[in-house]
Protein backbone atom coordinates (compact mmCIF):
# COMPACT_ATOMS: atom_id res chain seq x y z
CA UNK A 1 0.00 0.00 0.00
CA UNK A 2 1.40 3.16 -1.22
CA UNK A 3 2.13 5.98 1.91
CA UNK A 4 0.03 9.05 1.20
CA UNK A 5 1.41 12.53 1.01
CA UNK A 6 2.12 14.55 4.47
CA UNK A 7 -0.74 16.89 3.49
CA UNK A 8 -3.41 14.65 2.82
CA UNK A 9 -2.63 12.46 6.38
CA UNK A 10 -2.79 15.88 8.02
CA UNK A 11 -6.60 16.27 5.75
CA UNK A 12 -7.49 12.80 6.68
CA UNK A 13 -6.58 13.17 10.41
CA UNK A 14 -8.90 16.48 11.00
CA UNK A 15 -12.21 14.79 9.25
CA UNK A 16 -11.40 11.60 11.49
CA UNK A 17 -10.74 13.48 14.47
CA UNK A 18 -13.81 15.82 13.76
CA UNK A 19 -15.93 12.49 12.70
CA UNK A 20 -14.64 11.07 16.29
CA UNK A 21 -16.25 14.18 18.32
CA UNK A 22 -19.47 13.90 16.38
CA UNK A 23 -18.92 17.21 13.88
CA UNK A 24 -19.88 17.33 10.35
CA UNK A 25 -17.47 17.79 7.92
CA UNK A 26 -18.95 21.13 6.59
CA UNK A 27 -19.69 22.73 9.90
CA UNK A 28 -15.38 22.30 10.53
CA UNK A 29 -15.15 23.90 6.87
CA UNK A 30 -17.54 26.85 7.88
CA UNK A 31 -15.73 27.58 11.43
CA UNK A 32 -11.99 27.38 9.70
CA UNK A 33 -13.32 30.00 6.87
CA UNK A 34 -14.61 32.56 9.60
CA UNK A 35 -11.60 32.18 11.78
CA UNK A 36 -9.58 33.29 8.72
CA UNK A 37 -12.26 35.83 7.70
CA UNK A 38 -12.08 37.34 11.41
CA UNK A 39 -8.12 37.49 11.79
CA UNK A 40 -8.26 39.39 7.87
CA UNK A 41 -10.60 41.80 9.59
CA UNK A 42 -8.68 42.52 12.38
CA UNK A 43 -5.32 42.84 10.96
CA UNK A 44 -7.33 45.14 8.21
CA UNK A 45 -8.99 47.66 11.36
CA UNK A 46 -5.17 47.44 12.83
CA UNK A 47 -3.88 48.14 9.26
CA UNK A 48 -6.18 51.28 9.06
CA UNK A 49 -6.00 52.91 12.38
CA UNK A 50 -2.48 52.87 11.82
CA UNK A 51 -2.57 54.61 8.49
CA UNK A 52 -5.47 56.90 10.06
CA UNK A 53 -2.62 57.81 12.54
CA UNK A 54 0.18 58.44 10.50
CA UNK A 55 -2.11 60.43 8.06
CA UNK A 56 -3.66 62.71 11.29
CA UNK A 57 0.29 63.83 12.67
CA UNK A 58 1.58 64.27 9.25
CA UNK A 59 -1.89 66.76 8.74
CA UNK A 60 -0.90 68.46 12.38
CA UNK A 61 2.93 69.26 11.24
CA UNK A 62 1.94 70.56 7.89
CA UNK A 63 -0.69 72.68 9.59
CA UNK A 64 2.41 73.43 11.84
CA UNK A 65 4.12 74.58 9.57
CA UNK A 66 1.68 76.58 7.65
CA UNK A 67 0.43 78.28 10.83
CA UNK A 68 4.54 79.14 11.17
CA UNK A 69 4.47 80.69 8.02
CA UNK A 70 1.66 82.90 7.99
CA UNK A 71 3.59 84.66 10.91
CA UNK A 72 6.56 85.01 9.29
CA UNK A 73 7.38 88.54 8.43
CA UNK A 74 10.13 89.41 5.68
CA UNK A 75 12.50 92.08 5.98
CA UNK A 76 13.02 92.30 9.67
CA UNK A 77 15.85 93.65 11.34
CA UNK A 78 18.10 90.66 12.57
CA UNK A 79 17.37 90.47 16.48
CA UNK A 80 20.77 90.47 19.05
CA UNK A 81 22.00 87.33 19.52
CA UNK A 82 21.30 88.03 23.21
CA UNK A 83 18.03 88.69 22.91
CA UNK A 84 15.38 87.16 24.83
CA UNK A 85 12.11 85.68 22.67
CA UNK A 86 9.72 88.36 23.86
CA UNK A 87 12.49 90.54 22.73
CA UNK A 88 12.91 89.29 19.34
CA UNK A 89 8.70 89.35 18.83
CA UNK A 90 9.07 93.06 19.96
CA UNK A 91 11.60 93.82 17.19
CA UNK A 92 9.47 92.51 14.58
CA UNK A 93 7.01 94.81 14.84
CA UNK A 94 7.96 98.08 14.74
CA UNK A 95 5.30 101.18 15.11
CA UNK A 96 6.67 103.55 11.78
CA UNK A 97 6.59 106.69 13.20
CA UNK A 98 4.93 108.73 16.27
CA UNK A 99 0.81 109.54 16.12
CA UNK A 100 -1.97 110.85 18.08
CA UNK A 101 -4.21 108.08 19.48
CA UNK A 102 -7.66 107.78 18.77
CA UNK A 103 -10.51 107.97 21.14
CA UNK A 104 -11.20 104.48 22.21
CA UNK A 105 -8.10 103.00 20.35
CA UNK A 106 -7.98 99.73 21.42
CA UNK A 107 -5.05 98.14 19.02
CA UNK A 108 -2.08 99.68 17.44
CA UNK A 109 -0.55 99.12 13.61
CA UNK A 110 0.90 95.61 13.25
CA UNK A 111 3.59 93.70 11.29
CA UNK A 112 5.38 96.47 10.29
CA UNK A 113 8.92 97.44 9.36
CA UNK A 114 9.13 100.53 7.36
CA UNK A 115 12.60 100.24 4.90
CA UNK A 116 14.94 103.07 6.08
CA UNK A 117 14.74 105.96 3.80
CA UNK A 118 18.43 105.03 2.95
CA UNK A 119 18.50 101.79 2.65
CA UNK A 120 20.28 100.41 -0.43
CA UNK A 121 17.49 99.10 -3.28
CA UNK A 122 16.53 95.48 -3.09
CA UNK A 123 17.02 93.95 -6.23
CA UNK A 124 14.02 91.87 -5.53
CA UNK A 125 11.81 94.89 -5.20
CA UNK A 126 13.71 96.23 -8.79
CA UNK A 127 12.18 93.56 -10.39
CA UNK A 128 8.81 93.16 -9.32
CA UNK A 129 8.47 96.83 -9.73
CA UNK A 130 9.39 95.67 -13.93
CA UNK A 131 7.13 92.51 -13.17
CA UNK A 132 4.17 95.40 -11.69
CA UNK A 133 4.91 97.34 -14.73
CA UNK A 134 4.90 94.89 -17.08
CA UNK A 135 1.42 93.56 -16.28
CA UNK A 136 -0.37 96.57 -15.51
CA UNK A 137 0.58 97.67 -19.24
CA UNK A 138 -1.14 94.54 -20.46
CA UNK A 139 -4.14 95.02 -22.64
CA UNK A 140 -6.05 92.80 -20.29
CA UNK A 141 -5.61 95.95 -17.88
CA UNK A 142 -6.47 98.61 -19.95
CA UNK A 143 -10.70 97.46 -20.10
CA UNK A 144 -11.49 100.52 -17.54
CA UNK A 145 -8.94 102.67 -18.68
CA UNK A 146 -11.52 105.06 -21.36
CA UNK A 147 -13.72 105.25 -17.86
CA UNK A 148 -11.79 106.82 -16.03
CA UNK A 149 -9.91 109.03 -17.72
CA UNK A 150 -13.45 110.25 -19.21
CA UNK A 151 -14.78 110.81 -15.46
CA UNK A 152 -11.50 112.85 -14.45
CA UNK A 153 -11.33 114.74 -17.57
CA UNK A 154 -15.16 115.70 -17.59
CA UNK A 155 -14.75 116.61 -13.58
CA UNK A 156 -11.00 118.43 -13.75
CA UNK A 157 -11.67 120.23 -10.54
CA UNK A 158 -12.41 116.88 -8.51
CA UNK A 159 -9.80 115.94 -6.60
CA UNK A 160 -10.29 112.97 -4.76
CA UNK A 161 -7.66 111.58 -2.14
CA UNK A 162 -10.37 108.11 -1.58
CA UNK A 163 -11.61 105.84 -3.67
CA UNK A 164 -14.19 103.80 -2.01
CA UNK A 165 -14.48 100.92 -4.16
CA UNK A 166 -17.56 98.41 -4.09
CA UNK A 167 -18.27 95.25 -6.22
CA UNK A 168 -22.13 94.28 -6.29
CA UNK A 169 -24.31 91.44 -8.00
CA UNK A 170 -27.96 91.68 -8.20
CA UNK A 171 -28.89 89.44 -5.61
CA UNK A 172 -27.29 91.83 -3.03
CA UNK A 173 -29.26 95.08 -4.61
CA UNK A 174 -31.15 96.02 -1.50
CA UNK A 175 -27.78 96.20 0.65
CA UNK A 176 -26.34 98.06 -1.82
CA UNK A 177 -29.26 101.00 -1.44
CA UNK A 178 -28.55 100.01 2.12
CA UNK A 179 -25.05 100.75 2.17
CA UNK A 180 -25.36 103.50 -0.16
CA UNK A 181 -27.95 105.42 2.10
CA UNK A 182 -25.47 105.27 5.00
CA UNK A 183 -22.49 106.35 2.70
CA UNK A 184 -24.70 109.23 1.57
CA UNK A 185 -26.03 110.55 5.09
CA UNK A 186 -22.16 110.08 6.34
CA UNK A 187 -20.81 111.94 3.69
CA UNK A 188 -23.20 115.16 3.63
CA UNK A 189 -21.17 116.19 6.91
CA UNK A 190 -18.14 115.83 5.54
CA UNK A 191 -18.36 119.36 3.34
CA UNK A 192 -14.63 119.29 2.86
CA UNK A 193 -13.86 116.14 1.29
CA UNK A 194 -15.50 113.84 -1.03
CA UNK A 195 -14.36 110.35 -2.23
CA UNK A 196 -14.90 108.89 -5.41
CA UNK A 197 -17.00 106.04 -5.65
CA UNK A 198 -16.23 103.13 -7.37
CA UNK A 199 -19.39 100.60 -7.93
CA UNK A 200 -18.02 97.49 -10.32
CA UNK A 201 -20.96 95.23 -11.67
CA UNK A 202 -20.96 91.84 -10.69
CA UNK A 203 -23.62 90.52 -13.77
CA UNK A 204 -25.48 92.92 -16.75
CA UNK A 205 -28.60 92.92 -14.94
CA UNK A 206 -27.15 95.13 -11.71
CA UNK A 207 -25.42 96.86 -14.00
CA UNK A 208 -28.48 98.53 -15.90
CA UNK A 209 -29.85 99.25 -12.69
CA UNK A 210 -26.55 101.23 -11.01
CA UNK A 211 -26.56 103.23 -14.27
CA UNK A 212 -29.82 104.05 -13.81
CA UNK A 213 -30.48 104.70 -10.12
CA UNK A 214 -26.77 106.76 -9.90
CA UNK A 215 -27.22 108.63 -12.85
CA UNK A 216 -27.39 111.81 -11.05
CA UNK A 217 -24.88 111.25 -9.26
CA UNK A 218 -22.14 111.80 -12.28
CA UNK A 219 -19.38 113.91 -10.20
CA UNK A 220 -17.98 111.66 -7.92
CA UNK A 221 -19.35 107.91 -9.18
CA UNK A 222 -19.12 105.88 -11.81
CA UNK A 223 -20.09 102.32 -11.87
CA UNK A 224 -17.79 100.01 -14.06
CA UNK A 225 -18.74 96.52 -15.40
CA UNK A 226 -16.73 93.82 -13.88
CA UNK A 227 -19.03 90.47 -14.71
CA UNK A 228 -17.18 90.63 -17.87
CA UNK A 229 -13.76 90.60 -16.83
CA UNK A 230 -14.10 86.72 -16.36
CA UNK A 231 -16.22 83.44 -16.02
CA UNK A 232 -17.04 84.89 -12.41
CA UNK A 233 -20.34 86.38 -13.44
CA UNK A 234 -22.98 85.29 -10.28
CA UNK A 235 -26.41 87.34 -10.02
CA UNK A 236 -27.65 85.45 -7.15
CA UNK A 237 -27.54 86.07 -3.16
CA UNK A 238 -25.04 83.04 -2.96
CA UNK A 239 -24.69 82.06 0.52
CA UNK A 240 -20.75 81.82 2.18
CA UNK A 241 -18.58 79.16 1.16
CA UNK A 242 -20.27 77.69 -1.68
CA UNK A 243 -18.94 77.25 -5.17
CA UNK A 244 -20.79 79.81 -6.54
CA UNK A 245 -19.52 82.24 -3.76
CA UNK A 246 -16.38 81.25 -4.18
CA UNK A 247 -16.45 82.08 -7.96
CA UNK A 248 -17.68 85.80 -6.90
CA UNK A 249 -15.08 86.30 -4.38
CA UNK A 250 -12.06 85.20 -6.02
CA UNK A 251 -12.58 88.21 -8.82
CA UNK A 252 -11.91 90.37 -6.24
CA UNK A 253 -8.36 90.90 -6.39
CA UNK A 254 -8.08 91.24 -10.28
CA UNK A 255 -11.03 94.01 -9.86
CA UNK A 256 -8.82 95.58 -7.71
CA UNK A 257 -5.48 95.25 -9.25
CA UNK A 258 -7.31 96.75 -12.63
CA UNK A 259 -8.11 99.60 -10.68
CA UNK A 260 -5.14 100.50 -9.04
CA UNK A 261 -3.05 100.18 -12.90
CA UNK A 262 -5.91 102.13 -14.32
CA UNK A 263 -5.36 105.00 -11.28
CA UNK A 264 -1.58 104.65 -11.65
CA UNK A 265 -1.75 105.62 -15.61
CA UNK A 266 -0.25 102.36 -16.26
CA UNK A 267 -3.52 101.22 -18.32
CA UNK A 268 -3.36 103.69 -20.35
CA UNK A 269 -4.89 107.14 -21.43
CA UNK A 270 -3.68 110.81 -20.97
CA UNK A 271 -1.01 112.34 -18.48
CA UNK A 272 -3.23 115.60 -17.86
CA UNK A 273 -4.95 113.78 -15.09
CA UNK A 274 -1.70 111.93 -13.31
CA UNK A 275 -0.98 114.02 -10.53
CA UNK A 276 -4.61 113.78 -9.83
CA UNK A 277 -5.05 109.58 -10.26
CA UNK A 278 -1.46 108.58 -9.10
CA UNK A 279 -1.93 109.63 -5.78
CA UNK A 280 -5.82 107.81 -4.70
CA UNK A 281 -6.06 105.53 -1.85
CA UNK A 282 -8.53 102.71 -2.79
CA UNK A 283 -10.89 102.13 -0.33
CA UNK A 284 -12.82 98.38 -0.47
CA UNK A 285 -15.96 97.79 1.54
CA UNK A 286 -17.79 95.06 1.34
CA UNK A 287 -21.83 95.72 0.33
CA UNK A 288 -23.16 94.40 3.85
CA UNK A 289 -21.25 96.85 5.76
CA UNK A 290 -22.74 100.19 7.19
CA UNK A 291 -20.76 103.32 7.58
CA UNK A 292 -21.72 105.30 10.86
CA UNK A 293 -19.18 107.46 10.86
CA UNK A 294 -16.42 109.10 8.16
CA UNK A 295 -13.73 106.71 8.11
CA UNK A 296 -11.53 109.33 6.34
CA UNK A 297 -9.89 110.88 9.24
CA UNK A 298 -8.70 107.43 10.86
CA UNK A 299 -7.53 105.97 7.37
CA UNK A 300 -5.27 109.39 7.27
CA UNK A 301 -4.37 109.18 11.01
CA UNK A 302 -2.77 105.71 10.57
CA UNK A 303 -1.69 106.42 6.60
CA UNK A 304 -0.26 109.15 7.66
CA UNK A 305 0.63 108.97 11.39
CA UNK A 306 -1.36 112.14 11.27
CA UNK A 307 -4.12 112.98 13.98
CA UNK A 308 -7.50 112.79 13.08
CA UNK A 309 -8.99 116.02 12.45
CA UNK A 310 -10.54 116.67 9.17
CA UNK A 311 -9.54 120.56 8.14
CA UNK A 312 -8.19 121.72 4.94
CA UNK A 313 -4.60 121.97 6.13
CA UNK A 314 -4.29 117.88 7.25
CA UNK A 315 -5.86 117.14 3.69
CA UNK A 316 -3.65 118.73 2.14
CA UNK A 317 -0.62 117.98 3.85
CA UNK A 318 -1.17 114.28 3.73
CA UNK A 319 -1.74 114.89 -0.02
CA UNK A 320 1.70 115.96 0.02
CA UNK A 321 3.19 112.89 2.06
CA UNK A 322 4.56 109.82 1.62
CA UNK A 323 2.42 106.81 3.50
CA UNK A 324 3.83 104.58 5.35
CA UNK A 325 1.47 101.53 4.80
CA UNK A 326 0.80 99.82 1.61
CA UNK A 327 -2.21 98.06 3.14
CA UNK A 328 -4.43 98.18 5.83
CA UNK A 329 -7.15 96.37 6.90
CA UNK A 330 -10.05 95.67 8.95
CA UNK A 331 -9.24 92.63 11.72
CA UNK A 332 -11.85 90.11 12.48
CA UNK A 333 -9.91 88.14 14.96
CA UNK A 334 -6.78 88.58 17.36
CA UNK A 335 -5.53 84.46 17.47
CA UNK A 336 -7.52 82.63 14.48
CA UNK A 337 -5.15 79.70 13.74
CA UNK A 338 -2.29 81.48 15.57
CA UNK A 339 -2.31 84.47 13.71
CA UNK A 340 -1.97 87.18 15.86
CA UNK A 341 -4.14 89.77 13.44
CA UNK A 342 -6.21 87.88 11.19
CA UNK A 343 -7.65 90.10 9.00
CA UNK A 344 -10.66 90.64 7.06
CA UNK A 345 -10.74 91.29 3.19
CA UNK A 346 -14.19 93.01 3.57
CA UNK A 347 -12.40 96.62 4.52
CA UNK A 348 -8.89 97.22 2.74
CA UNK A 349 -7.26 100.32 2.31
CA UNK A 350 -4.82 99.80 -0.28
CA UNK A 351 -1.93 102.89 -1.22
CA UNK A 352 -0.79 102.82 -5.16
CA UNK A 353 2.88 101.83 -4.40
CA UNK A 354 4.56 98.36 -6.73
CA UNK A 355 4.30 96.49 -3.11
CA UNK A 356 1.12 96.51 -3.55
CA UNK A 357 0.48 96.05 -7.27
CA UNK A 358 3.04 92.91 -6.42
CA UNK A 359 0.83 91.74 -3.82
CA UNK A 360 -2.54 92.19 -5.97
CA UNK A 361 -0.57 90.11 -8.58
CA UNK A 362 0.22 87.25 -6.58
CA UNK A 363 -3.69 87.23 -4.94
CA UNK A 364 -5.12 87.59 -8.08
CA UNK A 365 -2.89 84.18 -9.51
CA UNK A 366 -3.78 82.26 -6.08
CA UNK A 367 -7.63 83.26 -6.50
CA UNK A 368 -7.71 82.76 -10.55
CA UNK A 369 -5.72 79.32 -10.36
CA UNK A 370 -7.82 78.02 -7.73
CA UNK A 371 -11.98 79.68 -7.23
CA UNK A 372 -11.61 79.91 -3.25
CA UNK A 373 -12.48 82.04 -0.04
CA UNK A 374 -10.11 84.65 -0.49
CA UNK A 375 -9.35 86.03 2.81
CA UNK A 376 -7.32 83.10 4.33
CA UNK A 377 -4.90 83.28 1.12
CA UNK A 378 -4.77 86.97 1.74
CA UNK A 379 -3.60 86.34 4.89
CA UNK A 380 -1.06 84.05 3.93
CA UNK A 381 0.19 85.73 1.05
CA UNK A 382 0.37 88.84 3.49
CA UNK A 383 2.41 87.72 6.03
CA UNK A 384 4.85 85.70 3.50
CA UNK A 385 5.32 88.20 -0.05
CA UNK A 386 8.62 89.51 -0.88
CA UNK A 387 9.10 91.89 -1.61
CA UNK A 388 7.98 93.26 2.15
CA UNK A 389 4.14 94.17 2.22
CA UNK A 390 3.91 96.94 5.24
CA UNK A 391 0.35 96.09 6.56
CA UNK A 392 -1.38 96.69 9.69
CA UNK A 393 -4.86 96.21 11.22
CA UNK A 394 -7.56 98.96 11.91
CA UNK A 395 -8.74 99.41 15.55
CA UNK A 396 -11.49 96.79 16.26
CA UNK A 397 -13.91 99.12 17.92
CA UNK A 398 -13.29 101.67 14.93
CA UNK A 399 -14.27 99.02 12.40
CA UNK A 400 -15.78 96.67 14.41
CA UNK A 401 -16.55 92.75 12.81
CA UNK A 402 -19.93 91.53 13.59
CA UNK A 403 -18.81 88.68 16.64
CA UNK A 404 -18.21 92.08 18.73
CA UNK A 405 -20.94 94.84 17.61
CA UNK A 406 -24.02 91.74 17.60
CA UNK A 407 -22.94 89.78 20.01
CA UNK A 408 -19.95 90.36 22.45
CA UNK A 409 -21.31 94.12 23.09
CA UNK A 410 -24.55 93.37 23.40
CA UNK A 411 -24.19 90.46 25.78
CA UNK A 412 -21.76 93.40 27.88
CA UNK A 413 -24.80 95.73 27.67
CA UNK A 414 -25.07 98.94 29.46
CA UNK A 415 -22.93 101.84 29.47
CA UNK A 416 -19.78 99.54 28.13
CA UNK A 417 -21.92 98.70 24.83
CA UNK A 418 -23.09 102.28 24.40
CA UNK A 419 -19.23 103.42 24.45
CA UNK A 420 -17.91 100.97 22.44
CA UNK A 421 -20.63 101.47 19.80
CA UNK A 422 -20.64 105.14 20.21
CA UNK A 423 -16.68 104.97 18.86
CA UNK A 424 -17.60 102.77 16.07
CA UNK A 425 -16.67 103.95 12.11
CA UNK A 426 -17.73 100.48 10.33
CA UNK A 427 -19.90 97.75 10.91
CA UNK A 428 -19.51 94.52 9.08
CA UNK A 429 -22.41 92.12 9.10
CA UNK A 430 -20.15 88.84 9.20
CA UNK A 431 -20.20 86.12 11.24
CA UNK A 432 -23.49 85.35 10.00
CA UNK A 433 -24.14 83.84 6.69
CA UNK A 434 -26.92 84.09 4.79
CA UNK A 435 -28.79 87.20 3.29
CA UNK A 436 -31.65 87.17 4.75
CA UNK A 437 -30.28 86.51 8.16
CA UNK A 438 -27.71 89.37 7.51
CA UNK A 439 -31.07 91.56 6.87
CA UNK A 440 -32.68 90.32 10.08
CA UNK A 441 -29.64 91.49 12.20
CA UNK A 442 -29.67 94.68 10.74
CA UNK A 443 -32.92 95.25 11.00
CA UNK A 444 -33.71 94.69 14.31
CA UNK A 445 -30.54 97.04 15.43
CA UNK A 446 -31.89 99.62 13.50
CA UNK A 447 -29.11 99.69 10.61
CA UNK A 448 -31.44 99.30 7.83
CA UNK A 449 -33.20 101.85 6.04
CA UNK A 450 -37.27 100.97 5.55
Same mark, same amino acid.
Given at each position: ???????????????????????????????????????????????????????????????????????? &? !? #? /? =? +??? @??? %? *??? $????????????????????? &? !? #? /? =? +??? @??? %? *??? $???????????????????????????????????????????????????????????????????????????????????????????????????????????????????????????????????????????????????????????????????????????????????????????????????????????????????????????????????????????????????????????????????????????????????????????????????????????????????????????????????????
Amino acid at each position: MLEMPPFTRRKVTSLERAQLLGIRTSRVSSWSRTRSFNLTLWATTILLAFIIINALISYRKVLYQIDSSRMA &L !R #H /V =N +PSP @SDA %T *PNE $TIALHHVEPTPRIAKPNETSA &L !R #H /V =N +PTP @SNA %T *PDK $TLVADETLAEKICLSSRRNKWHDSLDRQFEENAEFNPSFAVVLTVNDGYWDFFLNWFHHFIVTMAKNVLEQPLLIVIAEDSIIYEKLTSYLASETRNTIVLPGYDDALNSVSMAENYDSVAYKKLVSSRATHLLNLICNLKGQGGGTNSDQSTKDKIIIVYSDVDAVWVQNPFPYLRAELFGSDTSNDNNSIDMNKQRQPNYDILAAVDDHNYHKVRDYYCTGFLAITPSYASISFLIDWEKELQSNHQLNQPIFNSLLRSSTPMIRHGGLGEIEFAPGRLYFDEWVKEGGSSERQKKSGTVVVHNNYIIGHDAKRIRFEQHGLWIT
